[in-house]
């Protein structure tokens, strides 16, 4: 029962705020200045004992870049726990919470935040900043040359050697340009060279890639083509700027379903098919990159394009059929463990021939895992080693397209984040495709011989070197319990002649060796009825 009485004419009500005043004191105007303190602290706070002041984000948190989160007090529990039983409807929820678990599942899509998070639960002080460390495998760290006219750049004939390796390698897959249009524009440009055509950009575009793909030798001047092109940030902007411009000429709607809105900006001069798999290539581009960064992606009203047409030795549609499984993961939708395990299976139902396919449904399954381990649920055995065999597949697949020169976008994030995902299993199984993980990742990197990629790999190093530091605390504290007695051996008692002598039993403990493949299952040791007990 509270107490009420008066302190300096002011009315107490409550023990805890009587003390509270008895803890103040008066400055030199008389006035009494209370003594502030936090009703609540982050749990990072907790976690690193320090003073925290009580807001969301907490000033701590800010300056060292932590995640900063509050669990709801007891009180708030009981609170909403009473609220809920005396509606009969279920209460909407608020905002706050709504862009809570909308982070939440961004985070969750984002592989460059796992990292971060992963070394967060092993060393607060030593996990990684969030960063996209292998989100692509960086410039070949040569000199930028100044703009000039691509065809001082290259020459006619080294323009066609080039596209002839974009045709070849990436068109299959992402089947955005006409091939026809193509060469008919590469004619036009080097027929009269002085001419600057607004195409150039693409022509650069398509230059680079086929220099990127070209094998062992590169085009001298491939920097001055590529220009800066490095950046995730640009990447994202880029894809969301691509995704505007669609919208405005009207190219993500059916020309027979088109709205009056875009009929003065609607560009006629490319056919149906090709708006299809622009429209479509993009949607792809612009929804990966933005769940791979945890930011909003374009979605344009209306939307009534169709699927484009399957073409022979064309993989556009198998990578449409990969995105399409990926909606299910959109930030805003509040997915069940069924759903997800649901989309798993559909992406084992695809059959996919081409590397970088295999590597982009080895990244969706990761991103799956990472979404079910947010839900706190207890994800089965089955599901691990389903994610494991693609995490596999896509690690066979990168090395691959890495002897090939092929450096497709996840072939450094994949086996970067795989190995991320093997620590957060954290199972005997898992523990031991980390060994071959990383010898494959050491591969690539010799391969692709760039800053960006050294700085993955000392990364993944470092997360595997605080695990190890984790597991050995762990271990030795397990060891000092054996080691620890409790006013030296007991006696047997000579009324009980058949009791267990304890102490000599953790001491035979030190020589006790278990087979390898020995699992204690500690669920069904603890659940089991033992007579006399029960």
Not at 86 to 97: K, T, V
Not at 151 to 168: C, F, G, P, Q, V
Not at 478 to 492: A, W
């Amino acid at each position: 029962m509270a107490t009420s009485t008066t302190y300096l004419g002011k009315e107490i009500t409550s023990r805890s705020m009587y003390y509270d005043v008895m803890s103040s004191h008066t400055d030199n105007s008389g006035r009494i200045r209370t003594r502030q303190r936090a009703k609540r602290a982050c749990e990072m706070c907790k976690l690193r004992k320090r003073k925290c002041d009580g807001h969301e984000p907490c000033t701590c948190c800010i300056r060292y870049e932590y995640q900063c989160s509050f669990k709801p007090s007891a009180r708030e529990k009981t609170t909403v726990s009473k609220s809920s039983a005396l509606s009969d409807e279920p209460e909407a929820p608020r905002p706050s919470d709504r862009a809570g678990a909308n982070q939440a599942h961004m985070e969750a899509n984002s592989g460059t935040a796992f990292p971060h998070l992963l070394g967060m639960k092993m060393n607060p002080q030593s996990a990684p900043k969030v960063h996209g460390f292998s989100w692509n495998l960086g410039p070949r760290d040569k000199p930028l040359e100044p703009s000039t006219n691509m065809t001082d750049l290259i020459s006619r004939e080294e323009m066609e050697a080039l596209t002839n390796h974009y045709l070849k390698k990436i068109h299959p897959v992402y089947g955005v340009v006409d091939s026809e249009d193509l060469w008919q524009r590469i004619e036009h440009r080097w027929h009269d060279p002085t001419v600057v055509a607004s195409y150039d950009p693409i022509l650069c575009g398509v230059a680079a890639l086929g220099s990127l793909y070209s094998g062992h030798k590169q085009h001298p001047k491939e920097s001055a083509l590529v220009q800066s092109t490095n950046c995730p940030h640009a990447s994202w902007m880029a894809s969301c700027s691509t995704m505007h411009i669609i919208e405005a000429i009207g190219a993500h709607q059916d020309p027979e379903l088109a709205s009056l809105v875009y009929s003065d900006t609607a560009d006629i001069s490319f056919n149906e098919e090709t708006r299809r798999r622009l429209f479509w290539v993009a949607t792809v581009l612009n929804s990966w990159i933005s769940y791979e960064y945890g930011r909003s992606r374009v979605t344009p009203r209306g939307v009534s394009c169709k699927l484009p047409l399957p073409r022979k030795d064309d993989f556009t549609t198998d990578l449409i059929k990969l995105y399409q499984i990926s909606e299910g993961l959109d930030p805003d939708r509040d997915n069940k463990a069924s759903a997800f395990e649901e989309a798993l299976t559909r992406v084992e139902g695809l059959t996919l021939s081409h590397d970088a396919l295999i590597l982009s449904q080895s990244n969706l399954v990761l991103t799956i895992y990472r979404r079910l381990r947010i839900l706190s649920v207890n994800i089965s055995n089955d599901v691990l080693a389903r994610v494991m065999r693609f995490g596999n597949q896509g690690l066979e697949a990168a090395t691959r397209l890495a002897e090939d020169r092929c450096p497709w976008w996840h072939v450094a994030n994949l086996p970067f984040q795989f190995i991320c995902i093997l620590l957060a299993i954290d199972t005997r199984e898992s523990l031991s495709h980390i060994g071959p993980a990383l010898c494959s990742f050491r591969a690539i990197t010799k391969h692709y011989n760039t800053p960006t990629i050294h700085t993955a790999l000392e990364t993944i190093e470092s997360l595997v070197c605080l695990f190890q530091t984790k597991k050995e605390r762990d271990s030795i504290i397990l060891r000092d319990s054996l080691q620890q007695r409790d006013g030296g051996p007991t006696e047997p008692s000579s009324t009980t002649p058949q009791a267990l002598d304890v102490a000599s039993w953790l001491g035979a403990t030190e020589n006790l060796s278990l087979p390898d493949e020995f699992d204690w299952d500690w669920n069904e040791f603890l659940e089991t009825q033992i007579p006399g007990f029960g």
